[in-house]
Nanobody, 120 residues
Framework: QVQLVESGGGLVQAGGSLRLSCAAS????????MGWYRQGPGKQRELVAR???????NYADSVKGRFTISRDNAKNTVSLQMNSLKPEDTAVYYC??????????????WGQGTQVTVSS
């Protein structure tokens, strides 16, 4: 079993910063990708940022230039530095890890989520 533990959420004012961290443990022999998703009230879950094995990254258009994703392969952690936060960034943020299976296909794992609230 893979376990993801998230930390760093909280309440900040608009324009402030937060740093989210996710530590993964368990069977992590072949990590294909790690990333962050979020789900605001009444909205669908959406990709925020993702980093693929090999170093490629992608971001949601709404966070480009403000958020930065990073990964520590040795520690199996992924972080999300969030700057210039806006009220519309308010959501539950979920850590995600994708493992490549030796029998073929990919397996998704999710953290419990951490609340980020940005006040006006």
């Amino acid at each position: 079993q893979v376990q993801l533990v998230e930390s760093g959420g909280g309440l900040v004012q608009a324009g402030g910063s937060l740093r989210l961290s996710c530590a993964a443990s368990g069977r992590l022999f072949s990590i294909n990708a790690m990333g962050w998703y979020r789900q605001g009230p009444g909205k669908q879950r959406e990709l925020v940022a993702r980093i693929i094995s090999g170093g490629s990254v992608n971001y949601a258009d709404s966070v480009k230039g403000r958020f930065t994703i990073s990964r520590d392969n040795a520690k199996n952690t992924v972080s999300l530095q969030m700057n210039s936060l806006k009220p519309e960034d308010t959501a539950v943020y979920y850590c995600n890890v994708v493992l490549s299976s030796w029998v073929g296909g990919l397996n998704d794992y999710w953290g419990q989520g951490t609340q980020v609230t940005v006040s006006s």
